[in-house]
Nanobody, 120 residues
Framework: QVQLVESGGGLVQAGGSLRLSCAASGTIFSIDTMGWYRQAPGKQREPVAT???????NYVDSVKGRFTISRDNAKNTLYLQMNSLKPEDTAVYYC??????????????WGQGTQVTVSS
């Protein structure tokens, strides 16, 4: 079994910064693509940023230039550095990962989410 545990959320004023972390644990042979998603009240969950094992990244347009996704493959940990936060960034942020626990299949996992609230 694999668990993804997020941390680092909280309350911050507009213009501030937060750093989210997501630690993967359990039986892990390899992790492929990892990503951050978010869901605001009354809205659908949306992708924020993704990163491949090799380090290729993609961002939703609304966070480009403000957020940076990174990962430490040795620690099976994903990060999201969020700068210049805006009230519209307020949401529950979820970690997602494609994990190989049993060769050769990858399975998709979600974390439990961490709340990010940006006050104006």
């Amino acid at each position: 079994q694999v668990q993804l545990v997020e941390s680092g959320g909280g309350l911050v004023q507009a213009g501030g910064s937060l750093r989210l972390s997501c630690a993967a644990s359990g039986t892990i042979f390899s992790i492929d693509t990892m990503g951050w998603y978010r869901q605001a009240p009354g809205k659908q969950r949306e992708p924020v940023a993704t990163i491949t094992r090799g380090g290729s990244t993609n961002y939703v347009d609304s966070v480009k230039g403000r957020f940076t996704i990174s990962r430490d493959n040795a620690k099976n940990t994903l990060y999201l550095q969020m700068n210049s936060l805006k009230p519209e960034d307020t949401a529950v942020y979820y970690c997602n990962a494609d994990v190989m626990s049993a060769y050769p299949r990858y399975r998709n996992y979600w974390g439990q989410g961490t709340q990010v609230t940006v006050s104006s």
